[in-house]
DNA sequence: CGGAAACTTGAAACCTTTCAAGAGTCGTGG
DNA sequence: CCACGACTCTTGAAAGGTTTCAAGTTTCCG
């Protein structure tokens, strides 16, 4: 609780992110004692890293601004985007079991984060029970986080590009921005990647939905034009 | 501690999963803790229900013995079979979240398992601390479960289905039994909605598996003949 | 403004699915 | 103990969605 830079200090009782961060379901107090241990981090630019494949596990990462992609490695180099983290989210829960990395995470462009150090989150768990409870929330997101991706993998590409979009936008929404016109922070190729399709059919099934008005795309940009009928794809129902 | 069945009853401390289940990790002392407030839950039999999709949250559950399946349902009805477990795996994460389950889990044969109740579970924590380090090793576990299935699923079905059996293999060994013979527990239709192939493709596979002399196969139970063979598939080498 | 990177788009190739028919397996009852 | 029916598995052939290849076009950034 000793601010060095008192202009620009955000903390995380003054963070617009703190009913969806670390503080989520925390009381007014307990946000002052997390604070104690949560660490402002440095600005990253695109392409560098917050932590990398072998790493070890630091603390646990909340993206203050800027997006980052979770990227895995396999034995023969190629490299598997795991996720994508927007402003407001957490990553690092799949390292806590062996205390080191398995994945490497980049920031997409300029990025800030926070940091609840690995350290001390034993320690914060028993000070604020109910930072455990979120603890344990947060990670049990994860899961059904990657579950749904796992999910949304097996259906057809046009499903599987809605899906991504519409859950970009809830979650944009979520975090109050706009869930109707935002960035989707991947090029082509990163999303073909993510979604297990290629390049060329991403650009494909993408100009479709533009062609029929339910998005406008201008390079990383989307604008969703009809939110109803992406979701619709999205359950599978068919659209002509 | 007051066991009901003084012959038949298996305790954490002398069962034989200690190493790899909740108690995991945790010394003796703190065993016999965790004993008083992990239940012994009666048996289920093939095709009963450990939850179904919506229950609340009980508590997480350790398989004693047989396996299990964790199915999703989506808005369509379709079964997604997310997840198999066996002897001595835990499942129960992805519901600690939202305090209910989002996915269906139930036997696959005879099957006998613990639960950890969920409303002790925050106040064991506190009273074994060595166990909420445990409980988020689980958790996290449970992520690089889902994700490496996630990638899987993006390569072709040769390399997912020995992706499979392997990771059953290596399951199965960690826990005490043959990692060379084994029930896959799945019939082929399963296998196929698991792996996101057709129930044709995987009859194919494992066909052309045996042809070549890298396993045998009887019905659900697999003998891995040429494990090397089956890992360098998994990795991706190619095989005439 | 120019070059590199990113994106679009068409056509052929390919892997997997679908469809379909037949073989095998399991459990129950005569 | 064998027969029967239901379910599961195997296998072939055709259909289909995606990928790959490749050649342009656009966009971005120094």
């Not at 034993?122 to 000070?127: D, E, Y």
Request: charged share 25%; aromatic share 8%; with cysteine.
């Amino acid at each position: 609780m000793t601010p060095t830079q008192p202009e620009l200090q955000v903390t995380c009782h003054n963070c617009g992110f703190n009913s969806v961060c670390f503080p989520r379901g925390l009381s007014k107090e307990e946000i002052i004692q997390l604070e104690d241990v949560v660490q402002r981090r440095k600005i990253l630019h695109k392409g560098e890293f917050l932590f990398r494949n072998g790493d070890p596990f630091r603390g646990l990462i909340a993206i203050k601004s800027g997006m980052a992609k979770l990227v895995f490695h396999n034995e023969q180099g190629e490299e598997h985007i795991v996720q994508i983290l927007l402003p407001g989210e957490i990553l690092g829960f799949g390292a806590i079991s062996k205390q080191k990395h398995h994945c490497s995470a980049l920031a997409l462009d300029t990025l800030s984060y926070c940091e609840l150090p690995a350290e001390q989150l034993h320690r914060i768990c028993f000070r604020i029970p109910t930072l455990l409870d979120e603890i344990l929330r947060h990670a049990s997101d994860a899961i059904g986080t990657q579950r749904t991706q796992t999910l949304y993998i097996k259906k057809p590409a046009e499903q599987r590009l809605a899906a991504f979009l519409v859950d970009l936008s809830h979650r944009y929404a979520y975090r109050g921005f706009s869930g109707d016109h935002f960035s989707i922070g991947f090029t082509r190729q990163e999303l073909g990647n993510y979604l297990d399709l290629a390049l060329a059919t991403v650009s494909r099934t993408l100009k479709q939905f533009e062609k029929k008005g339910w998005l406008e795309v201008k390079g990383k940009w989307i604008r969703i034009l009809d939110k109803e009928v992406l979701e619709k794809i999205v359950a599978g129902e068919k659209t002509g």
